[in-house]
């Protein structure tokens, strides 16, 4: 596999720098994100991490990288409080639903993966539970108390902050810090009030719990991401993704427990997103100011969400309104509208080269997206570059009555590539919307005009095939599989030979 020029640059949140990316083991790239909590219904905050992410894989795989996407589900283990007393947020959903926690895990991941498909994110390669690996994290506390690290207290086991003198160094915390804003340890098992769970001992009635070699319990909520990020992608990989709010403790406390078990360096490039605002305020779940991804879906379309997000830089915070998803939706619209004017330009387009104006714009943009994408895939930048093409294209359009397929070609590759490969927008060939608008255009017109019902299935049919092609060649083949499954429940079969499609009743 060629690497395209690599000129790619990223914010380091471990040494607080942009530093050029160069993996450990090029071309391959191994990259882990913390997953959702399956406790509840995804939600805008979710989306602005996972969209953020989900650009940072496609452009890592643009320029050519073999990427290893990994990102967990929690399905046990996160506490309510985010403290080692605390109860496991989706036991007490459980609860709350009268059902097993594993029936709420699975609910709620399968919900969670459909808003993200709506989103047109990309599903990681591996997507680990950690109820799955019980026996990979129960190795990783025996290797850490082989080495001093840890210590057990009647059944419950603790990573000794005290043995690893680096401990901070991501957060940039000291101990005393730390201390000073410690809970307060109500069982008085800790040697250091910093001292984090990495074992929890079960207290009767608790259902989620695994035989250990220090009694029943179960995994702490940190030990999950050490013990499967290590498992799928090596001892030491090169990027690790969350929320800005996990840097402490979160990923402060993986990264001591990867590097006191093993040795060796954790992970080389730490990117954390920032989180979506309302009102200055952070959405979450917990402050009851969150908007699920379901309730979003049902006034805005996905991709306006995913524009709406794409706006901002991912390590800015953005605050959400009405008034800017309507923003977004022009926006939007603004894209789709030229995209659907080209593609009805295009079948009648005459034979030629491209327009040596619109090869200059689109190089001008191109280069300028790539920049943007390269200074730390800043995507802000980069949909300027996508919306000055649109202005330039709709201008262009405007003063040629008819525009060569040449400059058609230059247009779409360019299009494909910046909004579509790149952002993951909707906006070609594939939007659902533009086929059905188009269709019913002609059905009107056939109906008024003085063809018999034979003739007007008959162009209706061939139609529909030519949509179906234009979408295989565009890559959109599930709007292609769509159309074929459409005319197969009427009764018609489109049948794909050597010399182009051909249909036939059945």
Not at 441 to 453: E, F
Request: charged residues 25%.
């Amino acid at each position: 596999m060629t690497i395209r020029e690599n000129n790619l640059l990223v914010y380091n949140t471990l040494s607080r720098t942009k530093e050029r990316f160069e993996p450990l083991d090029p071309p391959h790239v191994g990259l882990y994100v913390c997953g959702p909590t399956v406790y509840g219904d995804a939600h805008l905050g979710h989306a602005k991490s996972y969209v953020s992410f989900d650009i940072i894989v496609r452009y890592l795989r643009y320029l050519g990288y073999q990427v290893t996407y990994v990102q967990n589900i929690t399905d046990v283990g996160h506490l309510t409080d985010d403290a080692d007393e605390g109860e496991d947020k989706v036991e007490k959903k459980a609860k709350a639903e009268r059902v097993h926690p594993m029936a709420t895990a699975e609910h709620y991941a399968r919900r969670y993966f459909e808003d993200m498909d709506a989103l047109n994110v990309l599903r990681p390669d591996i997507s680990p539970h950690a109820s799955g690996h019980i026996v990979e994290q129960i190795e990783l506390v025996k290797r850490l108390i082989e080495r001093g690290h840890a210590y057990a207290v009647d059944g419950s086991v603790y990573f000794d902050v005290a043995s690893w003198p680096a401990y901070g160094k991501l957060s940039g915390r000291s101990v005393s810090e730390m201390q000073a804003g410690a809970r307060v340890d109500a069982k008085g098992e800790k040697r250091h009030p910093a001292d984090f769970a990495l074992w929890k001992k079960a207290e009767p009635g608790h259902i989620m719990q695994w035989p250990s070699p220090w009694g029943m319990g179960y995994p702490g909520w940190h030990l999950e991401c050490s013990a499967m990020s290590m498992k799928y992608l090596g001892e030491s990989f090169d990027i690790h993704g969350g929320g800005l709010e996990n840097q402490f403790p979160h990923h402060e406390d993986e990264i001591a427990q990867a590097e006191a078990a093993t040795g060796k360096p954790f992970v080389k490039y730490w990117l954390h997103n920032n989180m979506i605002t309302v009102g200055g305020q952070k959405m979450g779940k917990s402050l009851g100011n969150f908007i699920t991804l379901q309730d979003a879906f049902q006034k805005w379309d996905p991709m306006v969400i995913r524009l709406f997000i794409l706006q901002s830089h991912y390590r800015s915070p953005l605050d959400f309104s009405d008034e800017a998803l309507v923003a977004a939706k022009a926006g939007y619209e603004r894209l789709t509208g030229m995209t659907k004017r080209l593609w009805l330009g295009q079948k009648s387009a005459p034979e030629g080269e491209a327009d040596s104006r619109i090869v200059q714009v689109v190089d001008s943009t191109t280069h300028r997206f790539f920049e943007a994408m390269d200074d730390d895939f800043s995507t802000a930048g980069a949909l300027a570059a996508v919306f000055d093409l649109v202005r330039e294209t709709n201008s262009f359009l405007s003063e040629t009555l008819r525009c060569t397929r040449g400059s058609h070609d230059v247009i779409w590759n360019a299009i494909r590539v910046m909004a579509e490969e790149v952002l993951g927008l909707t906006v070609t060939l594939s939007s659902q919307a533009m086929f059905i608008s188009e269709a019913e255009k002609l059905t009107r017109h056939l109906a008024n005009s003085m063809m018999n019902r034979t003739d007007m299935a008959i162009a209706l049919t061939e139609y529909l095939a030519d949509l179906r092609n234009d979408a295989r060649k565009a890559k959109n083949f599930a709007q292609a599989d769509a159309i074929r499954k459409r005319l197969d429940e009427i009764g018609i079969v489109l049948e794909d030979t050597p010399e182009g499609t051909t249909w036939r009743f059945k």
